[in-house]
């Protein structure tokens, strides 16, 4: 019909397979992401692991960890029962090479060099000791000397010119010259009355101690002149602060050497005049222990 206007209505059915398409590229962020933080988990394990937890990791995940014996039914475990030993041994051999006994041979040449087994060890682990338990004695002597020259007011000043160091050979304790304030008076065997004091004072530690005790003398300047000879002369000191620390108690079986080291051991060799060349040096020296006896079956 002409006047009949029919409108029509034309709907387009968009296809649904966009939709499954949208949210792929969060999934491929997502594990990115999840990528990256494993990596950074990572680099802090390795950044914060001792070198024995890595290497305890690397043996977990070697592939000598799965035995590889063909005893048994030849397959993975090889005929071994999953037991804590057979899970973490590295195969039938490795096992028994921890727990067999030293052969024969290497016994009998231990025993001719008069060790025992494991002897070697015990021996480094009880040097070891020995030396760390001097050095902590050594510490405390050190501090015991110089707290003992600073709460006596008649040598408090003196403090710095006393100087303690613990050296390869023993604890070593100087007593050196300053400008103005020498230990002796130029050219002479006579200490003074504060190096007095201050050997007293030094020699009441040192006495309390089991260690041998070497006594040196050091001159240097204008002593290199005195009458007698540098040698002599230094010689002579030694043997005077000798007398005043066996006067403090300091047995004599404990003196193992005194001796003039005129000036030839400086303690400032780019110095040969500095007034602290010349010095009394004191050496707790370090004992070796004891070697145990052994007693023949």
Do not use: C
Not at 37 to 44: G, I, K, N, S, V
Not at 233 to 245: E, P
């Amino acid at each position: 019909m002409a006047g009949d206007n029919t409108v029509v209505i034309k709907r387009i059915k968009k296809g649904g397979h966009g939709g499954h398409h949208g949210g792929a590229w969060k999934v491929a962020y997502a594990d990115f992401v999840t990528a990256m933080m494993a990596f950074f988990l990572l680099m802090w394990l390795i950044n914060t692991t001792t070198p024995e937890q890595k290497r305890g990791i690397a043996d977990y995940f070697a592939p000598q960890s799965i035995a590889q014996t063909v005893s048994g039914s030849g397959g993975v475990l090889g005929g071994k029962v999953m037991g804590e030993d057979s899970a973490h041994a590295g195969g039938a051999q490795s096992v028994m090479q921890k727990q067999s006994p030293p052969s024969p041979s290497s016994a009998t040449k231990g025993m001719a060099n008069g060790q025992t087994a494991g002897g070697s060890n015990s021996d480094s682990t009880s040097n070891a000791n020995a030396h760390s338990a001097q050095d902590s004695e050594f510490a405390h002597a050190a501090e015991a000397i110089h707290q003992a020259v600073q709460d006596n007011p008649d040598i408090a000043n003196l403090s710095h010119q006393v100087i303690t160091e613990n050296t390869p050979q023993g604890l070593r304790i100087q007593l050196v010259d300053q400008n103005g304030r020498p230990m002796f008076q130029n050219g002479s065997t006579e200490p003074l009355p504060y190096t007095r004091k201050l050997l007293a004072a030094v020699g009441g530690i040192v006495a309390g101690l089991s260690n041998r005790v070497s006594i040196a003398g050091h001159t240097g300047g204008n002593d290199s002149t005195a009458t007698g000879g540098s040698w002599e002369l230094s010689a002579a000191r030694a043997n005077q602060a000798r007398a005043l620390l066996q006067a403090g108690g300091l047995g004599s079986d404990r003196i193992y050497e005194v001796a003039g080291k005129a000036g030839s051991e400086p303690l400032l060799p780019e110095d040969p005049n500095a007034s602290a060349n010349r010095r009394l040096s004191i050496l707790l020296m370090r004992e070796a222990p004891p070697i145990p006896a052994h007693t023949g079956l």
